[in-house]
Nanobody
Framework: QVQLVESGGGSVQAGGSLRLSCTDS????????MGWFRQAPGKEREGVAS???????SYADSVKARFTISKDNAKNILYLQMNSLKPEDTAMYYC???????????????????WGQGTQVTVSS
């Protein structure tokens, strides 16, 4: 069973950087893709970036050229490098994993079946 634990959140000023990590303590190969989602207060949870086991990547338009998703398959750790952070990036960030057939790495919530507890990211202006 996949168990996901996020870390690396915190408070940073606009323009700063953070790197989130997600450790998958479950069985290797049980998920076909992993991703990062975020949810700000009063808003829907939205997909930020996702990556397949083969390395294909999708990004939300709002984070392209600022965020980078990567995965260390040997250590089973998912990363999200966030640069040039903006106040609107403030949210709870969740790591997720899924196993299904899609033509591109998915960014919609229903594609993911395993979720972490989240890590808070706060960006001040």
């Amino acid at each position: 069973q996949v168990q996901l634990v996020e870390s690396g959140g915190g408070s940073v000023q606009a323009g700063g950087s953070l790197r989130l990590s997600c450790t998958d303590s479950g069985k290797n190969g049980s998920s076909w893709y992993m991703g990062w989602f975020r949810q700000a207060p009063g808003k829907e949870r939205e997909g930020v970036a996702s990556i397949t086991n083969s390395g294909r990547i999708s990004y939300a338009d709002s984070v392209k050229a600022r965020f980078t998703i990567s995965k260390d398959n040997a250590k089973n750790i998912l990363y999200l490098q966030m640069n040039s952070l903006k106040p609107e990036d403030t949210a709870m960030y969740y790591c997720a994993a899924g196993r299904d057939y899609y033509s591109a790495p998915p960014l919609f919530r229903s594609a993911f079946h395993i979720w972490g507890q989240g890590t808070q990211v706060t960006v001040s202006s």
